[in-house]
């Protein structure tokens, strides 16, 4: 058999195994260099995101910066192979504008197309004279309208949406929007109706506000093999900005408590979800978990068994335990950058492990009690932002992983996007997306924070 027909079967093997019996493989057989070549193509993250999404590399450098994940089910396919092919992607991204924008941005450049809901409306209003839209969308669009002048405002969201949006403020008396208030079909002029309110999220808690909810823009990318949908959930609110890992904690079972980031991919509870067992925890008062049951009779099929969290501890984790699985592939970067930008990649990829290394949570009474990260409290509430501070920050904190991955590529390349720039450090050249076309999704409400130089804290 030759080189090429052994790298081939063993690579057909290689890609059906956990990624953690891959690694065992790989350090029992350490001198083949069949194996090392099959085991970093199972282990690359760019190879798993260029089956659906185009220019692998660049999403995952915009992941790299604004600290975005890739979640739930997904995620749970990078580690166990075959387990999430009929789900939804879900990106989530820490509730800064920049970090926000930027992803919006890549996303759409890699081949999604975004739902947006005002725009929608507004074609509706015109040839019916009516169109249903839910509360919390409607608070969203009030919000972005109340912070501009009535001339901007309706610039930004279209005659007609504005004209019914003002109508419908005034009929509250100018207070917050909600679908209790009236009704709109007594006005002579075309009507909004408040549809109901569905979470897109099953893996996490239900809230009742657009203040307080986790923003979720959906879209939708087209496959090979179909159409596949793309969630980008955002992480603010008026008590403050989400981490992944704060996020991730609040899941309804441990087996898709996972995440694969820009330089890693961490499974909170990778031992027993191996094995195919997860363990579902309790709820907190007030607490709902929307769709569980779902997703629990979906992973039955595959062989998952489920069974309810012990109420003993507390007992405190960490990704670097014998429980969880953290792969760390951020060295990948170094031959798609300059060689004079390399010291800049390992200052960068040294303070993200410090970051992971500082993460641990507590298990206490059947629940995730309490992420602490030692990275976070001391950074993620620093008043020190790009858009205030520009000038006083090193070069290297303005820098931006994704800028210098498209800075150096000199020809038409499948893993990475020319036209893409951050929105943070030097103008951006060719694609810009702006924070009017965030707006007109109708999922964002007006709380965007200013991003920081941690914002890509987990």
Excluded at 157 to 167: C, D, M, W
Excluded at 242 to 248: A, H, K, L, R, V
Excluded at 250 to 260: M, N, P, R, T
Excluded at 334 to 352: K, T
Aim: net charge neutral; aromatic share 10%.
């Amino acid at each position: 058999m030759s080189f090429a027909e052994k790298s081939t079967a063993l690579q057909n093997v290689m890609k059906n195994l956990d990624i953690g019996d891959a690694c065992v493989l790989r350090k029992a057989f350490s001198y083949s260099p069949i194996l090392k070549q099959c085991y970093e193509s199972r282990a690359d993250p760019v190879g798993y995101l260029s089956r659906t999404f185009r220019y692998p590399l660049t999403l995952l450098s915009a992941m790299f910066d604004s600290g975005c994940v890739i979640t739930g089910p997904r995620a749970l396919g990078f580690f166990l192979p075959s387990s999430s092919e009929d789900s939804a992607w879900t990106f989530f991204v820490p509730g800064y504008k920049e970090s926000v924008l930027d992803m919006v941005n890549v996303l759409e450049i890699c081949g999604v197309s975004w739902q947006l809901d005002a725009a929608e409306v507004a074609r509706s209003l015109r040839p019916l004279g009516t169109a249903s839209i839910s509360s919390a969308d409607l608070e969203c669009l009030n919000s972005r309208a109340e912070s501009l002048e009535p001339a901007a405002a309706e610039n930004l969201l279209g005659t007609e949406l504005y004209g019914r949006l003002k109508a419908y403020k005034e009929m509250n008396c100018g207070n917050r929007l909600n679908s209790d208030a009236c009704h709109l079909s007594d006005l002579e002029k075309p009507t909004l109706g408040i549809a109901s309110e569905e979470s897109a999220f099953p893996h996490s808690q239900d809230t009742s506000s657009a203040r307080e909810a986790l923003s979720v823009l959906q879209g939708y990318i087209q496959t090979s093999s179909g159409s596949q949908g793309v969630e980008l959930i955002i992480g603010s609110s008026y008590s403050g900005i989400n981490s992944c890992m704060s996020f991730i904690k609040d899941f309804y079972a441990s087996h898709v408590q996972c995440f694969i980031s820009g330089w890693c991919a961490g499974h909170m509870y990778y031992t027993q979800s191996k094995d195919k067992h997860s363990s579902m925890w309790r709820p907190w008062p007030g607490q709902k978990y929307k769709n569980a049951h779902l997703d629990v009779k979906k992973y039955r099929h595959q062989g998952f068994t489920f069974h309810r969290a012990k109420r003993g501890g507390p007992v405190t984790r960490s990704l670097r335990d014998s429980q969880s699985f953290l792969l760390d592939y951020g060295a990948l970067y170094r031959s798609f950058i300059r060689p004079s930008h390399h010291a800049l990649l390992d200052a960068w990829l040294a303070e993200r492990r410090d970051n992971i290394d500082g993460i641990s949570w507590t298990e206490f009474d059947g629940r995730i009690f309490s992420v602490h990260d030692t990275f976070e409290s001391c950074y993620r509430q620093s008043r020190m932002t790009f858009a205030s501070h520009s000038v006083d920050l090193p070069l290297n904190r303005l820098r931006r992983l994704s800028n210098l991955v498209a800075l150096n590529l000199t020809e038409p390349d499948a893993l990475r996007a020319e036209s893409f720039r951050s929105s943070i450090g030097p103008p951006a050249v060719g694609q810009k997306w702006q924070l009017g076309a965030l707006a007109r999704t109708g999922k964002v409400f007006n709380n965007l924070r200013d991003a920081t130089p941690w914002s890509w804290a987990l």
